[in-house]
Each structure stands twice: as C-alpha cells, then as structure tokens.
C-alpha cells in the first residue's frame, strides 16, 4: 500500500524559509515522478514542482522558480521542497504526490497523493 506522508508546514513570516517532506513508502519509486502542489482558500489545486526519481530531472511553476528547491534522497525514500524567500500568496496546503512515468510518452497522471501539510505565510 503507497503512503506519502508530508511534514514540516508551519506558520511563518513574509521572506523566510521551510523545507516540507514526503516520506514515500509501499513500493519502489524509480519509474515514477514526485510531485508537489498546493490549493489555497477557495482555489484550485496546482503544480508546484516535481522531480523524476530516476534521474533527478526537476520541472516547476513559474510562480516558484529561483525560490523553491524540489530534491529527493533515495536512500531516505523522502523527496524536499525547500521553499525560500516565501510570499504571502504561498500560503496554501501543501500535497505531495506521485504518478507512473508513461513508458512511452503521453500524460502523466499522478495516482497517489498525500494529505497534505499547512503553510501559511504572514505579511
């Protein structure tokens, strides 16, 4: 049984830092791509950051790029999203995830998810 488990939301200031984890157990992840998104107050759930386990290819969200880290420690079984330089409008719930890369191409759909962590950023 897959579990993704999140930690290390919290409540902090405009301009400071938090590092969340996703510690991924129930199978082995290699063929698949960890995913971070977030769904703030009455909005839509979105893509933050994702990166692929093997290989360590990384894509993200504009709104996040040069701020936010996405890395995974395979021996740990954890995948990090350091998050610098927050903003207020970074305040949402946090939910990792992770989806089978298509062996062949086509669309990635992310199958397991987390229950997610708060962060909330303070102006």
């Known amino acids: 049984q897959v579990q993704l488990v999140e930690s290390g939301g919290g409540l902090v200031q405009a301009g400071d830092s938090l590092r969340l984890s996703c510690a991924a157990s129930?199978?082995?992840?290699?063929?698949?791509?960890m995913g971070w998104f977030r769904q703030a107050p009455g909005k839509e759930r979105t893509f933050v950051a994702a990166?692929?386990?093997?290989?360590?290819?990384?894509y993200y969200a504009d709104s996040v790029k040069g701020r936010f880290t996405i890395s995974r420690d395979s021996a740990k079984n954890t995948v990090y999203l350091q998050m610098n330089s927050l903003k207020f409008e970074d305040t949402a719930v946090y939910y990792c995830?992770?989806?089978?890369?298509?062996?062949?191409?086509?669309?990635?759909?992310?199958?397991?998810w987390g229950q997610g962590t708060q962060v909330t950023v303070s102006s």
């Open positions: 995830a992770a989806g089978r890369i298509p062996e062949f191409g086509g669309v990635l759909k992310y199958d397991f």
């Open positions: 129930g199978r082995t992840f290699t063929s698949y791509r």
């Open positions: 990166i692929n386990w093997s290989g360590g290819s990384t």
